[in-house]
């Protein structure tokens, strides 16, 4: 069955530093691509949406990019801050999102 | 805009007992889904919908049933609540039927004894 799979839980790293974050998929091909931040207690808030014919996509400082030879997604955080503290979730599909189970970055002070 | 609204925000509810989570939207969307959230699992579809009438199962729908009778509304019914079912439920709606971003409700924790 098709899956999205984020196979680390949690990452910490210092403020300043840029974060990077694995979204891998399986057994199907998605259009696209998302990610998702989840504070605690929060429903998701949508941050990025990346096409399988888009190599990168960029919005202030987050940046995302699309393998579809690795079937892949990278997710990037530059300059990070406590405040991007959260749960970040990458999902995929066509008519239907499936989703990964997160990661929960924390960002050092 | 309210966006998506979810009520209850919590619930406890006795195994067999029925309850219905509310969840309306006010942003004119076609897609309504209903996902439930479990530590260590993700995100896990429940039922969704692409209009008014008509509904689908998602990849857990068994024990839930949905109706959508107005744009607007996507109510989720607990027939016979079990221990199993204690999760965090969150609605989420999106503009395109085939794709877009989703918007959330702020979730329901439910709590089965």
């Known amino acids: 069955s098709q899956k999205i799979e984020q196979n680390s839980e949690a990452l910490n790293i210092q403020e300043g530093k840029t974060a990077t974050l694995t979204c891998n998929y399986t057994?199907?091909?998605?259009?696209?691509l998302q990610w998702y931040r989840q504070d605690p207690g929060r429903g998701p808030v949508f941050l990025l949406l990346?096409?399988?014919?888009?190599k990168e996509k960029r919005k202030e400082r987050l940046k995302v990019t699309f393998d579809t030879t690795l079937k892949q997604s990278l997710f990037h955080i530059t300059a990070s801050q406590p405040a991007d503290s959260a749960t970040y979730l990458c999902?995929?599909?066509?008519?239907?999102?499936?989703f990964g189970t997160g990661t929960r970055l924390t960002v050092i002070p | 805009n309210a966006g998506v609204t979810q009520t209850p925000k919590f619930q406890v509810l006795k195994t067999g007992q029925s309850m219905t989570l509310q969840c309306a939207q006010d942003m004119n969307h076609e897609y309504m889904s209903w996902y439930r959230q479990d530590p260590g699992m993700g995100l896990r579809l429940i039922h969704y919908s692409v209009g008014a009438g008509i509904t689908d199962q998602g990849e857990v729908p068994n024990g839930y049933n949905v109706s959508r009778s107005t744009t607007e509304d996507f109510p989720l019914r607990l027939l016979s609540a079990a221990p199993s079912q204690t999760s965090v439920y969150f609605c989420?709606?999106?503009?395109?039927?085939?794709?877009?971003?989703?918007?959330f409700g702020e979730g329901s924790r439910l709590t089965v004894l």
């Open positions: 990346i096409r399988e014919n888009e």
């Open positions: 057994n199907y091909s998605p259009a696209y």
């Open positions: 989420a709606s999106r503009i395109g039927t085939d794709t877009g971003e989703l918007f």
């Open positions: 999902a995929g599909g066509a008519n239907n999102l499936f």
